[in-house]
């Protein structure tokens, strides 16, 4: 029998993105000013900070000085500078360059960026502070007592596909913690769990997601310049899809692009990952990326429900920041300056929690408070109906978000309700458009230059998982999806997951079945989001598996 490892902390932060670690950085600082002694323990599951961080990236750096008051602005290693930033309609032929911005839009002086260097870069800041910072440790179980969160658990390793233990078997380690940060990133699956327990969505609208696929190029000099940005509108996408594509200029002749697509859409057959590879062979992407190579690919989801879809973001011993929180503002698609600044806000709170010795549901209100009277309502709630205007087509959207524009977010309906993504896709007897298959007759047949099939995109992400352990897609009913998710909708993941997870196998007798290439998985948690009738549920795998993400 294994015994079970317990580690006692004063805060446990969990997730090494932009908002654990300025939580980590914050409560550090704010420890040292109070003459307070406590310690700080970030758990991360990927096998190094940043390697499962992606993010296009443009950044609001304004909270970097906020957050680290000591250090020169130019330490910091952002790429470029904004110094060009345009809206671009395309068409499949064409495209038109916007003579102004979009509401919420310009970019001027903000600064391109790999998100996972910046966290690099975090967490030596954190570490400098006396941050002890683990890396590749998966954390899949709340602890509990007395029907309160007392910290988290590490995942059981040494476990076969079928859930027996092998001669390696290792018992997770119990984390005991006076408050627990949950700082997962989009849909958090400890968070998911945390919400659904303690019913934190109640009365708030159901977060919608939206998936970006992104790739790394290297091109030759003067195809791009540093600073340079470009915002795509239009192609691939049609007047039921919200989404558009991003074109950012990077030092050393980098350039960062993708498409970055609402997961309400309803074509059962729609591919975000192949709707990129078309939208790269337009004239304006092509001539860009011409003479090019790829370097790196990387897949993720964000959560876009906006001020009304924000949970309650605290239980006794508790706080839920960043993504995880649903803190991105829409339409800039913005989210790495509120996950900073909810995570110093998480961190203020939890100082003066420690300092009273009151870390209960009414002490860590103040975080409410304190967010409430911050930065991030001040930029979410003017644009509180922004995303769910779009819920019935582009034209309805571009006339909601002209009324919000006049109200002040209001709009002339009062507030807008979301329904969550897993229900928008439509059965293939119920579709009445053109499958996506259909619509891009001749443009998927990638050329392995400047389109790629889903297979060589991965090999370019580092992702990795170890053989033996339990698949950590879970199929909730079998049966019964087999049943609805293959005959009625046709196996929809087999489109929806841009790292080919899912396959539809089909025999020489015609007996269908899903199988599962866990090994592929991005961990963008699309599957968790958009299977019909909320059908799969993503699990963290063992800790240091995933992607490796060197500079997305």
Not at 68 to 86: G, H, M, Q, R, Y
Not at 205 to 210: E, G, R, V
Not at 513 to 522: D, P, T, V
Request: net charge negative; with cysteine; proline share 4%.
């Amino acid at each position: 029998m294994n015994n079970v490892d317990t580690v006692s902390t004063d805060v446990l932060i969990i997730g090494g993105g932009p908002s654990g670690l300025a939580a980590a950085i914050h409560l550090a600082d704010t420890f040292k000013q109070k003459g307070q002694n406590h310690r700080i323990l970030l758990i991360e599951k990927g096998s190094s900070i940043g390697a499962h961080i992606l993010s296009g990236a443009v950044i609001k750096p304004e909270v970097f000085k906020e957050l680290l008051p000591e250090v020169e602005f130019s330490e910091i290693p952002f790429n470029a500078k904004v110094v060009k930033d345009k809206t671009v309609l395309l068409s499949e032929n064409g495209h038109i360059t916007l003579p102004f911005h979009i509401p919420y839009m310009n970019n001027i002086g903000n600064y391109t960026a790999s998100l996972g260097q910046i966290c690099k870069y975090l967490a030596t800041k954190a570490e400098e502070k006396g941050v002890e910072i683990y890396t590749g440790f998966a954390v899949d179980e709340i602890l509990y007592k007395d029907g309160k969160v007392i910290g988290a658990k590490t995942k059981d390793t040494g476990i076969d596909h079928h859930g027996h233990q092998l001669e390696n078997f290792q018992a997770g380690t119990r984390i005991e913690a006076k408050i627990t940060i949950f700082a997962e990133g989009t849909r958090g699956s400890l968070t998911k769990m945390l919400i659904k327990k303690f019913e934190l969505d109640k009365d708030k609208n159901a977060q919608i997601y939206s998936l970006g696929c992104k790739e790394l190029w290297s091109v030759p000099q003067g195809n791009i310049e540093p600073g340079q940005i470009y915002h795509t509108m239009g192609y691939p996408l049609n007047n039921d899809e919200f989404g558009g594509g991003f074109i950012y200029g990077l030092n050393d002749n980098k350039v960062a692009i993708g498409i970055v697509v609402g997961l309400d859409y309803k074509d059962p057959s729609f591919d975000v990952h192949d709707a990129m590879q078309a939208w790269k062979t337009t004239g304006f992407v092509s001539k860009i990326l011409k003479g090019g190579k790829l370097v790196e690919y990387g897949a993720k989801t964000l959560p876009e429900g906006g001020y009304y879809s924000i949970p309650k973001l605290y239980v006794d011993n508790a706080m839920i920041v960043g993504d995880s929180a649903g803190l991105v503002v829409m339409p800039a698609l913005k989210g790495v300056h509120l996950a900073i600044k909810s995570g110093m806000l998480a961190a203020q709170t939890a100082s003066n929690a420690l300092l009273n010795n009151d870390t209960s549901e009414k002490s860590l209100q103040q975080y409410e408070t304190l967010l409430n009277n911050s930065s991030i309502r001040k930029e979410m709630y003017p644009v509180r109906n922004f995303r769910q205007g779009f819920a019935n087509g582009l034209i309805a959207g571009g006339f909601n978000f002209g009324t919000q524009l006049i109200t002040g977010g209001a709009g002339f309906f009062g507030r807008l309700k979301t329904h969550p993504d897993s229900q928008t896709t439509q059965k293939l007897s119920e579709y009445k458009g053109k499958l996506f298959k259909e619509r891009f007759k001749g443009k998927l047949e990638f050329d392995k230059v400047l389109t790629f099939d889903k297979a060589t995109d991965i090999y370019h992400s580092g992702v990795y998982h170890d053989e033996q352990q339990v698949v950590h897609l879970h199929i909730n009913n079998p049966e019964n999806y087999n049943a609805v998710n293959i005959e009625e909708y046709g196996a929809p993941e087999q489109f929806y997951c841009s790292s080919e997870v899912y396959e539809l196998h089909v025999n020489k007798d015609g007996h269908k079945e899903l199988r599962i290439h866990a090994e592929n998985c991005m961990h963008c948690r699309t599957c968790d989001i958009k299977a019909p009738g909320e059908g799969i549920t993503w699990v963290v795998p063992n800790g240091g598996n995933g992607p490796d993400f060197q500079n997305m």
